[in-house]
């Protein structure tokens, strides 16, 4: 299968504005050259809709729109849970984490942890954090997103991938996070459309002709199983989503990892100008999130239908891309790939930050502003050269890639959670009790992963969450407090938000309580 000259020319003016609009928005004022706080942060002034949309980009990419996909696929609608309880969690790190971060001019999850507990804990998490980030995320993303590419045009695999790599790092590496931010609405907005249109051509060739809704009305009466939520024990893929596990379990503690301590997610929110601007774009992020598993699950459970005898998961969203007419499949295939560069550009950048901000910057600083940004750039081109080269020895051989990656995150998540609850909101907490609950964390996590093999990953990552947790309240209670080391203010921390984000905060919990009680 291949594009079409129509569906191809769309896709290249696509690359084309894209890249054009990245160096239009980023360019500089006369007489100014960009700094680490141009480069990095956009200069601190990014508005609420290039925040909500930026964070939606960055997230959802091949592992989400093939991945979570194929997921729909294999086990159903209840892994959509990662997607609307993610909603939820926004709400609450707009609401208690960004206060604290914005207050104390935060630019880095490691700078928080060294101005709050000392430089051992910030120099352990900043390491994990570039490794997590290019041999997990940025090789994740890279891998499904040629996947997909090399099934739809019949490119070799391989140059599908150097060419995602090339380009997302070009339209990106002159302006930074502002290049990124302020065309993640545009990407979104493709994304969205190219989703919508997926969504509706599939479910009407489920109807025959008859319509989207009874397209979907013949998909929920002929596969019943792959809409339910909550799974039940006896469900094969119990195992992945353990049923009220996932509600009130260990996916809490990845979703406040992911969203409140991941630096390529809530590097956006940094970036605002303050806390009032920040928590509308989390709130506008929250209701985008509600929409996502329309766009990048029921492809999955259409091809359920459509495609019943797929080799791998992971071929769902392809395959039914390859049911689209000419010119509606250029279109989706450029939301496919706005997506994929998205998150490779947002990564590449954090990578970038993270290294030059908390590494290289400390290590010289007497350095230039310009040469600190040049070492970003550097950086950026390194980690993508390198996810490159080690993305297929490390995901050639799974056929749920999604489900790969939470379980992966799922031995450390437990413990930068807790470093992060105890640092944020327990004054007593020091640097001791945070190394005991990461390095804890961990052991524990493979000790139970070892010596409970049948435990639900989920399950295992709430018992390791609660561990970690009390690990480091003892250990901190056991252990000299070392207040001079502690440099985050938070006595002077409102956490009141403005009627605005209230009802829309409510808005998203009505709808999230509808969908939980139409789907059990």
Known sequence: MGLSALDTGIVLVYLAGIFILAQW????????RKDARDYFLAGRALPWWAIG??????NISAEQVIGMSGSGYALGLAIASYEWMAALTLLLVAKYFLPVFLRNRIYTMPQFLQERFGSRIRLLM???????????????????GSLAIAQLTGMDQ???????????????????????????????????????LLVGITLNQISDG?????GFTRLLKEQPEHFHMILSPDNPFYKDLPGLGVLLGGMWVMNISYWGFNQYIIQRALAAKDIAEAQKGVLFAAFLKLLMPVIV????????????????PDAAYPTMMGLLPTGILGLVFAALIAAIVSSLASMSNSISTIFTLDFYARARPQASQARIVRVGRIVAVAAMAVAVLTARPLLGSFDQAFQFIQEFSGFFTPGIVAIFLLGLFWKRSNEAGALAAAIGSFVLSIV??????????????????LAALALGIVVSLLSRNRRESDLIRTD???????????????AVIAVLTALYTVFW
């Open 25 to 32: 928005v980023s360019r500089e004022k006369a007489g100014h």
């Open 53 to 58: 949309a930026s964070l939606i980009a960055a």
């Open 126 to 144: 900043a390491v994990f954090w570039l490794a997590l980030y290019v041999f997990v995320n940025l090789t994740s993303i890279l891998w499904l």
């Open 158 to 196: 391989i140059t599908a991938m150097v060419a995602l790599a090339a380009f997302a790092l070009a339209y990106q590496i002159y302006g930074g996070l502002k290049a990124v931010a302020l065309t993640d609405v545009v990407q979104v907005g493709l994304l969205v459309l190219g989703g919508f």
């Open 210 to 214: 008859g319509g989207i809704i009874a």
């Open 297 to 312: 699950v029921v492809p999955g459970l259409a091809a359920v239908m459509l495609a019943p005898d797929l080799q791998r």
């Open 448 to 465: 139970m992963k070892l010596g409970l093999p049948a435990m639900p990953f989920i399950n295992r990552v709430g018992l390791v969450f």
């Open 492 to 506: 002077d921390v409102s956490f009141r938000t403005t009627g605005v984000f209230n009802i829309g905060a409510l």
